[in-house]
């Protein structure tokens, strides 16, 4: 069945909007900014060239030169500093 709105042709009266026309234009053009900054990021990028390669070189120069803070031996210096590293195995000490 039809209700008496829809017989007679009229709607109800409109929803209520949280958001007033100014403010929605204000947000839409917020979102055009920022579309338009990405964009202009994404140009940049684009024109840079490829940065893998400076990464390969940025690695391979790194690589090269030794860190001062590592040892250069694989082996302990002093076996009784590798002392405090080692597993207890008697449980009587606790």
């Known amino acids: 069945m039809e209700s008496v709105d829809e017989q007679q042709g009229t709607q109800g009266p409109p929803t209520p909007s949280f958001?007033?026309?100014h403010r929605l234009a204000a947000?839409?053009?917020?979102?055009?900014?920022?579309?338009?900054?990405?964009q202009e990021e994404l140009d940049q990028l684009?024109?840079?060239g490829?940065?893998?390669l400076v990464c390969n070189q940025l690695i391979?120069?790194?690589e090269s030169i030794p860190d001062p803070l590592l040892p250069?031996?694989?082996?302990?210096a002093d076996d009784?500093?590798?002392r405090w590293f080692r597993v207890?195995?008697?449980s009587r000490w606790i």
Do not use: C, F
């Open 19 to 21: 958001m007033g026309k």
């Open 27 to 38: 947000a839409i053009s917020h979102l055009h900014n920022q579309i338009n900054l990405i």
């Open 46 to 48: 684009q024109t840079l």
């Open 50 to 52: 490829e940065s893998s």
């Open 60 to 62: 391979s120069s790194v």
């Open 72 to 76: 250069m031996t694989k082996a302990p």
């Open 80 to 82: 009784s500093w590798e």
């Open 88 to 90: 207890r195995t008697n």
